[in-house]
């Protein structure tokens, strides 16, 4: 019955700002940190974004990259994931950039173009009612997130030829997951797929039960055998439905990127905590976690 879950530790993102949490990770060594505790809390696979140490924005600078990744390299055998999809306000060729240098075992892949809220937030978290309160949205800074299929067929071709990347298919809606299809069925994609189903954000399908069961089973008719998944729910939802994730059968991501909080509704102080709550969740239903190896060998990474 027990079966080996993959971690995910998404450790900073782009959502969120620091003004909204003193424990989110910016400088270099603060995301080198937050990456070594989550891999040795358990976190087989880290997923990383840049940010300007000067003043916490996302950053696409190779520069900030180089800032944590040799650290993470040299401390621990986490697999390193690069995000392509950096912020819905960078263009393709800087979202491109740290993949294409930095030629990860894993990077991101983001199946489809939506809207996107973008926090302009200055309050302060506790003032806050909901994580993803629609009031509390600039409507004026809301972007399109772009991800057409000539950009995600240059990233396909690009990143993922021969021995290259393995992807972290994100999917935020059953749409994407019918593009991957066709993809797997023209043969840009090969099997074992990674999927991750992405619930909460705005502008995709909402964090409920219902719409995972919904994706899962869209996958499992479209996918057959050519997938594993893992579940991301934002905000709050995060611990609660990737825990149904586990139950279904698959793998789950946590990090500070998709949710500042850990339950009962307080700020977690580190990346490590959420990565340590969903383990002890993985390992009270009879599961372990699975460690970088595994990974490896499972999705077949370059090493
Ligand atoms: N922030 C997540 C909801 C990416 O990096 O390519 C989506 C994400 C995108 O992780
Ligand atoms: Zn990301």
Redesign the pocket.
């Known amino acids: 019955m027990g079966r080996k879950v993959v971690i995910t530790c998404?450790v900073t993102?782009?959502?969120y700002t620091p003004t909204m949490s003193p424990h989110l990770p910016v400088t270099g060594s603060e995301i080198a940190r937050a990456s070594i505790d989550a891999a040795e809390a358990g976190a087989a696979i880290i997923?990383l974004?840049a940010r300007d140490p000067e003043n916490g924005k996302p950053s696409a600078d190779l520069a900030h990259f180089y800032g944590f990744i040799p650290r993470i390299h040299q401390a621990c055998d986490a697999v390193l994931n690069i995000?392509?999809?950096?912020s819905s306000v960078m263009s393709l060729d800087e979202r491109l950039a740290p993949a294409r240098a930095i030629k990860p075992e894993m990077c991101?892949?983001?199946m489809g173009s939506m809207n996107f809220g973008i926090f302009t937030l200055k309050k302060r978290y506790k003032d806050w009612k909901h994580e993803w309160e629609p009031a509390l949205l600039d409507a004026t800074k809301h972007t399109t997130f772009r991800n057409t299929y000539e950009d995600i067929e240059t990233i396909l071709s690009e990143l993922g030829q021969g021995d290259g990347a393995r992807f972290?298919f994100?999917c935020?809606d059953l749409g994407h997951i019918e593009t991957l299809a066709f993809y797997l069925r023209q043969g840009l994609v090969k099997p074992p797929l990674y999927v991750?189903f992405?619930l909460g954000?705005m502008g995709g399908v909402g964090a409920s039960p219902e719409n995972l069961m919904a994706m899962k089973a869209s996958a499992d008719r479209l996918l057959g055998d050519n997938y594993q998944f893992s579940v991301?729910a934002?905000g709050a939802h995060q611990i609660p439905l990737a825990t149904m994730g586990v139950i279904l059968g698959g793998n789950v991501r946590v990090g500070l990127?998709?949710s500042l909080t850990v339950p009962p509704g307080r700020l977690a102080e580190s990346n490590a905590e959420q990565v340590r709550a969903i383990r002890t969740v993985i390992e009270a239903l009879g599961h372990e976690v699975a460690t970088p190896e595994d990974v490896r060998s499972g999705l077949g990474l370059k090493g």
């Not at 995000?83 to 950096?86: A, C, I, L, Q, R």
Request: aromatic share 4%.
């Open positions: 998404a993102g782009s959502i997923h974004h995000s392509t999809g950096g991101s892949l983001n972290e994100e935020y991750q992405v954000v991301l934002a990127e998709d």
